[in-house]
Nanobody, 120 residues
Framework: QVQLVESGGGLVQPGGSLRLSCAAS????????MDWYRQAPGKQRVLVAS???????YYADYVKGRFTISRDNAKNTVYLQMNSLKPEDTAVYYC??????????????WGQGTQVTVSS
């Protein structure tokens, strides 16, 4: 009923930048909070940044000042601008959205993930 598709991952050198996108589609009535998570090899999935529909924003301490989350409600899309990337930012990045669908039920949906590798 709802699909989230991420794009924008890849290989980048330390200090470089990437911009991730996550577009939601399906029988969507409204999208509330949209989040970016990441999961490094052998580690748990952790929250990176979160943005509500009325643009209240949260960042994990380890990305503050380097990453910027934004959203385009008209396009049902959330973005993550990542600057000053470090090798420790290497992970699979996932988006999550809290979505009200046509049945008026609200659930959380996940994208398939996009790999970000920071290496020289």
């Amino acid at each position: 009923q709802v699909q989230l598709v991420e794009s924008g991952g890849g290989l980048v050198q330390p200090g470089g930048s990437l911009r991730l996108s996550c577009a939601a589609s399906g029988t969507i009535v409204s999208i509330y909070t949209m989040d970016w998570y990441r999961q490094a090899p052998g580690k748990q999935r952790v929250l990176v940044a979160s943005i509500t529909r009325d643009i209240n924003i949260y960042y994990a301490d380890y990305v503050k000042g380097r990453f910027t989350i934004s959203r385009d409600n008209a396009k049902n899309t959330v973005y993550l601008q990542m600057n000053s990337l470090k090798p420790e930012d290497t992970a699979v990045y996932y988006c999550r959205a809290q979505v009200m669908i046509a049945t008026m039920k609200t659930d959380s949906y996940w994208g398939q993930g996009t790999q970000v590798t920071v290496s020289s």
